[in-house]
């Protein structure tokens, strides 16, 4: 039987979620969860990988098993044996024809932003930072071309596996959340908030967001005017974009599938963001 599991986990400990010789991947977390729960060795298949740092709100994940127990005990036998930053929120049985990468129609991301004259302390790892002011018109500007089917080279890790760079970008929304509070009278520095940048494509290329959110960022700062977007974007190379931004701010909010495989969608889960 194939099982289908979604699972949540902070990125911050880890090397991401694709295993690796040195074992301090998601995957190989859980896949020793998984045994260790099972008595057997379990091999999972996700629905879009990681990189180090970057935190999943809902991975998805399927495997196939011959053991055959209650959905809920898929939940509670491999939390049992995980750390505490990874935890199953949810399993289901699926159709043999279900895979969590082909079957997702799309991909979710956020990138949430510190905007403060002084660096995050307990929201370190946890959220990106800038201590200069962001001009939210121009970066809204700068994101509307990048909205579309686009060939996203200028976007693209040189380590990227991806067989094509062209992607589809369904929508990229900038917002505040919160109120923004005035530097303290008499110091320097730009009014303190969070920002929040939500993606939603079908696919997205290796380093995709950050490197996006590097060139959104000097758009907002005022260092290039918001056309220099779609410069970026055509030239398809990555020496014009902006420098990679840190990983501590993205993460993953998962897949969307067709609702005929009667899979969980947590999008209110998503909400205690900034």
Same mark, same amino acid.
């Given at each position: 039987?194939?099982? #289908?599991?979604?699972?949540?986990?902070?990125?911050?400990?880890?090397?991401?979620?694709?295993? *690796?010789?040195?074992?301090? !991947?998601?995957?190989?977390? &859980?896949?020793?969860?998984?045994? +260790?729960? #099972?008595?057997?060795?379990?091999?999972?298949?996700?629905?879009?990988?990681?990189?180090?740092?970057?935190?999943?709100?809902?991975?998805?994940?399927?495997?196939?098993?011959?053991?055959?127990?209650?959905?809920?005990?898929?939940?509670?036998?491999? /939390?049992?044996?995980?750390?505490?930053?990874?935890?199953?929120?949810?399993?289901?049985?699926?159709?043999?024809?279900?895979?969590?990468?082909?079957? %997702?129609?799309? +991909?979710?991301?956020?990138?949430?932003?510190?905007?403060?004259?002084?660096?995050?302390?307990?929201?370190?790892? +946890?959220?990106?930072?800038?201590?200069? #002011? &962001?001009?939210? !018109?121009? $970066?809204?500007? @700068?994101? @509307?071309?990048?909205?579309?089917?686009?060939?996203?080279?200028?976007?693209? %890790?040189?380590?990227? *596996?991806?067989?094509?760079?062209? =992607?589809?970008?369904?929508?990229?929304?900038?917002?505040?959340?919160?109120?923004?509070?005035?530097?303290?009278?008499?110091?320097?520095?730009?009014?303190?908030?969070?920002?929040?940048?939500?993606?939603?494509? /079908?696919?997205?290329?290796?380093?995709?967001?950050? /490197?996006? $959110?590097?060139? &959104?960022? %000097?758009?907002?700062?005022?260092?290039?005017?918001?056309?220099?977007?779609?410069?970026?974007?055509?030239?398809?190379? +990555?020496? =014009?974009?902006?420098?990679?931004?840190?990983?501590?701010?993205?993460?993953?909010?998962?897949?969307?599938?067709?609702? @005929?495989?009667?899979?969980?969608?947590?999008?209110?889960?998503?909400?205690? &963001?900034?």
């Amino acid at each position: 039987m194939r099982i #289908a599991l979604g699972v949540s986990y902070e990125g911050q400990p880890w090397r991401g979620w694709q295993s *690796q010789p040195s074992r301090q !991947t998601v995957q190989d977390a &859980l896949e020793a969860a998984l045994q +260790r729960f #099972a008595t057997v060795p379990i091999s999972t298949v996700c629905a879009g990988r990681t990189d180090a740092g970057v935190h999943g709100l809902m991975q998805v994940v399927h495997f196939d098993t011959d053991i055959d127990r209650p959905e809920f005990s898929w939940v509670r036998g491999p /939390n049992r044996f995980l750390p505490p930053g990874i935890a199953v929120q949810w399993a289901r049985r699926v159709p043999d024809a279900f895979h969590s990468r082909a079957c %997702a129609t799309a +991909r979710r991301y956020a990138y949430v932003l510190l905007q403060s004259p002084v660096r995050p302390s307990i929201e370190a790892g +946890r959220v990106g930072w800038v201590f200069q #002011a &962001l001009d939210e !018109t121009a $970066m809204r500007e @700068a994101a @509307a071309h990048l909205v579309g089917e686009h060939d996203f080279t200028s976007f693209r %890790a040189a380590e990227c *596996q991806a067989r094509s760079p062209v =992607k589809h970008l369904a929508q990229i929304t900038i917002t505040r959340r919160g109120a923004f509070e005035p530097a303290p009278t008499g110091s320097e520095g730009c009014p303190t908030g969070y920002w929040r940048f939500a993606f939603e494509g /079908n696919a997205f290329l290796h380093h995709m967001i950050r /490197n996006i $959110m590097g060139c &959104l960022i %000097a758009v907002g700062q005022g260092t290039r005017p918001s056309d220099w977007m779609r410069e970026v974007l055509q030239a398809r190379s +990555r020496s =014009k974009a902006a420098p990679t931004f840190m990983a501590d701010g993205l993460y993953f909010l998962g897949p969307r599938y067709d609702p @005929a495989w009667g899979l969980p969608d947590r999008t209110a889960a998503y909400d205690w &963001l900034p």
